[in-house]
């Protein structure tokens, strides 16, 4: 089984910078695409950008393109999502999520999901 754990969320003025990772355990064949979805406060969750299992091509949604920014380092079972130019609509709980078994924008395709780390922009 695979875990994630997410870090790096927090309070940040708009116009700032932030950058979040999340971590892989526990799993034994290898590395798969990998995604960052958003929740904001009375929204449903949302694709924000993902990434394939050898970093060779990124997807982002559009409220994110030129922005943001995602990577990886297999070698630290790592990914991480740099966030610039940050807005308050921004603001919500961010996940990370693996294994994707159908379109990577669609929430409910995608195998493992990290607890989430909360990203709070203010005015």
């Known amino acids: 089984q695979v875990q994630l754990v997410e870090s790096g969320g927090g309070l940040v003025q708009a116009g700032g910078s932030l950058i979040l990772s999340c971590t892989a355990s526990?799993?034994?064949?290898?590395?798969?695409?990998k995604a960052w979805f958003r929740q904001a406060p009375g929204k449903e969750r949302e694709f924000a950008a993902a990434?394939?299992?050898?970093?060779?091509?990124?997807y982002y949604a559009d409220s994110v393109k030129a922005r943001f920014t995602i990577s990886r380092d297999n070698t630290k079972n790592t990914v991480w999502l740099s966030m610039n130019s940050l807005k308050p609509e921004d603001t919500g709980v961010y996940y990370c999520?693996?294994?994707?078994?159908?379109?990577?924008?669609?929430?409910?395709?995608?195998?493992?999901w990290g607890q989430g780390t909360q990203v709070t922009v203010s005015s």
């Open positions: 999520a693996a294994d994707p078994t159908g379109s990577y924008y669609d929430t409910q395709v995608w195998r493992y």
């Open positions: 526990g799993r034994t064949f290898s590395t798969t695409t």
């Open positions: 990434i394939t299992w050898n970093g060779a091509r990124t």
